[in-house]
Nanobody
Framework: QVQLVESGGGSVQPGGSLRLSCAVS????????MAWFRQAPGKEREFVGR????????LIAASVESRFNISRDNTKNTVYLQMNSLKPEDTAVYYC??????????????????WGQGTQVTVSS
């Protein structure tokens, strides 16, 4: 059974940092691309960042690329999202996702086969 379990969310003041983790089990981690998406209330799910199977190729959404970074540790079956200089507009539920087909992943939620349950990030003063 494939499981993706996110952790690290919470409440933070503007300008703060959080690191999200997503632990994956039930599949060969090094054979899936991984991504983070987020969804704010009343909005569509939004691409945040992705990492290729090896982790060497990464892409961060333009809206957050100066503040966020994605990484993965294939020895720990875990993908991370480091978020710095957080803003209130970053408030959302953050999801990790696994793509078994595309080596580098894609920006489209429909291409991802497995999803975590989501972790809430709230940025507020």
């Amino acid at each position: 059974q494939v499981q993706l379990v996110e952790s690290g969310g919470g409440s933070v003041q503007p300008g703060g940092s959080l690191r999200l983790s997503c632990a994956v089990s039930g599949l060969t981690f090094s054979r899936v691309a991984m991504a983070w998406f987020r969804q704010a209330p009343g909005k569509e799910r939004e691409f945040v960042g992705r990492a290729s199977r090896s982790g060497y190729t990464k892409l961060i959404a333009a809206s957050v690329e100066s503040r966020f970074n994605i990484s993965r540790d294939n020895t720990k079956n875990t993908v991370y999202l480091q978020m710095n200089s957080l803003k209130p507009e970053d408030t959302a539920v953050y999801y990790c996702a696994a793509d078994v087909q595309h080596v580098y992943g894609t920006n489209f939620p429909s291409d991802y086969n497995y999803w975590g349950q989501g972790t809430q990030v709230t940025v507020s003063s």
